[in-house]
């Protein structure tokens, strides 16, 4: 017999990912990242996108999202320099509340999808987050 009411769907990601995959970014808050970057066997050299480098974690180096004078081709530009020369670092995007999004041409899920590294999105809340899953360790 056919359902006639609507299934319930959610917007937000069930299933969190294990691991950032290239390709596949995930999503934490600052502190969540920095707690799962903290349990790998050797955690990778990490990278914060974000327009002021004091909004950097410690350890993290910066790469700017935004820069006055600067057009969203020249962003993404500097971002695939940024990959050539770094190509095991992983990315950290800032994307919290509050905050400008990287100025790109490309829709940023694109940008961040074609990266072939791993791609750690950073949130305000995470299980809220409808564009890419949370990311959670195993126990």
């Known amino acids: ?50 327009d002021e480098d004091r909004k950097c974690p410690e350890g993290w180096s910066f790469i700017a999202s935004i820069r006055e004078g600067v057009p969203p081709s020249g962003i993404e530009a500097e971002l695939a320099a940024w990959a050539s020369q770094y190509p095991k670092a992983w990315l950290a995007v800032d994307l919290r509340d509050g905050m400008l ?11 961040l999808s074609s990266l072939k590294r791993p791609v750690i999105v950073v949130v305000s809340r995470s299980p809220d987050h409808e ?9």
């Open 1 to 50: 017999m056919r359902q006639k009411r609507p299934l319930d769907v959610e917007p937000t990601w069930r299933y969190p990912l294990p691991m950032p995959m290239p390709g596949q970014p995930v999503c934490a808050t600052e502190f969540e990242a920095m707690e799962q970057l903290a349990r790998l066997p050797s955690p990778p050299k990490m990278f914060f996108w974000t």
């Open 101 to 111: 999004p990287p100025s790109t041409v490309r829709p940023l899920e694109d940008v």
């Open 131 to 139: 564009d890419w899953p949370q990311w959670v360790l195993p126990e």
